[in-house]
């Protein structure tokens, strides 16, 4: 969490709440279907400010099944998908951008 904006890790996660719990009656949306990415560690800006996220990027690729790291292309690619026609039929959903990880889990270090 940064010091300069103590308050955005909070407001990322009751973004992230309302994202993925759609409002329980759809017809509502019009049609519009309502996702959520989650993405797994990505080199930015943002993230390098983070404490320990140097040590967690650098050993995920060794972890995640499809052994690479993830890229702000890769996410961007997710979104479009989600974005466009070919998504259509997909609501509710949470697209996990991160190399097959979150089927993994996290290593305890034992």
């Known amino acids: 969490m940064s010091a300069v904006r103590p308050w955005a890790h909070e407001a990322q996660a009751h973004v992230a709440l309302a994202i993925r719990h759609p409002p329980r009656r759809p017809s509502r949306l ?9 993405p797994g560690p990505v080199r930015t800006r943002a993230a390098s ?29 997710s979104a479009v998908y989600l974005a466009s026609d070919l998504s259509s039929a997909v609501t509710g959903e949470t697209l996990y951008v ?12 034992d």
């Open 30 to 38: 019009g049609g519009v279907g309502v996702n959520a990415i989650s």
């Open 49 to 77: 400010g983070s404490a320990g996220f140097k040590k967690m990027y650098g050993g995920f690729s060794e972890i995640a099944p499809l052994r690479a790291n993830i890229t702000p292309e890769d996410v961007g690619r």
């Open 98 to 109: 991160d190399g097959g990880f979150n089927i993994v889990g996290v290593p305890t270090g």
